[in-house]
């Protein structure tokens, strides 16, 4: 009887081992995932953080660009990281008004690019018709994946309308692609 309870112990102990020796393995690999992201942190100068489920969402504004940059860094464990950058919006506080935005542009612009841990990364151009937006109405928004260099990935999959909204936006895509690169370092991002 004792030989057989020592063999049990061997075989558990064998299996705790392993299970530990994955988990650490995990760990480490989920490390270097979230370091890729946390740190901007500081290196981009973000101030405090807002702690969500998905983990530390982090936001920084350029006013000489009316442009936001957004960091969110995955929680412990957590497979999804992010980086972005998005127009401004002027809400219209005028309770006279009937239009939700103040600006004069047709289209507000959000780039990003999310990182799921055992995928590849993935670029995305949010699309949002701005101008003529009444209050309590639906807004029209779009989200557009694209490749490293701001070309639309399968265009068959969007309607003519996301594809015009897409185009008009080209311009306004490609300077906050730029902002971005330099905010974040092009290489920095390309190592994600």
């Known amino acids: 009887m004792s030989e057989s309870k020592n063999k049990r ?3 558990l102990l064998i299996i705790a081992s392993t299970i530990l020796l994955i988990f650490l393995g995990y760990n480490l690999y989920w490390y270097s995932f979230y370091s890729s ?3 901007w942190v500081d290196s981009c100068n973000f101030g405090d953080g807002c702690k969500l489920i998905s983990g ?20 412990y464990l957590g497979k999804f990281g992010q980086i972005g950058i998005s127009q401004w919006l002027k809400f219209n506080d005028d309770p006279k008004s009937e239009y939700l935005y103040i600006q004069d542009m047709d289209y507000a612009v959000l780039l990003r690019v ?79």
Not at 56 to 74: G, R, W
Request: hydrophobic share 30%.
């Open 114 to 192: 999310n990182k799921t841990m055992f995928d590849s990364k993935t670029y995305w151009v949010d699309i949002k018709r701005i101008k003529g937006v009444k209050k309590g109405t639906i807004e029209e928004d779009y989200s557009i994946q694209v490749d490293s260099n701001m070309n639309i990935i399968d265009s068959e999959s969007y309607s003519e309308v996301e594809l015009k909204s897409f185009e008009e936006c080209k311009e306004t895509i490609d300077e906050l692609y730029a902002l971005l690169k330099s905010f974040y370092g092009e290489d920095n991002i390309n190592d994600l």
């Open 37 to 39: 992201f946390n740190r």
């Open 56 to 75: 530390m969402n982090y936001s920084q504004a350029d006013k000489d660009a009316e442009a936001a940059y957004f960091l969110c860094v995955p929680s």
């Open 9 to 11: 112990k061997s075989i």
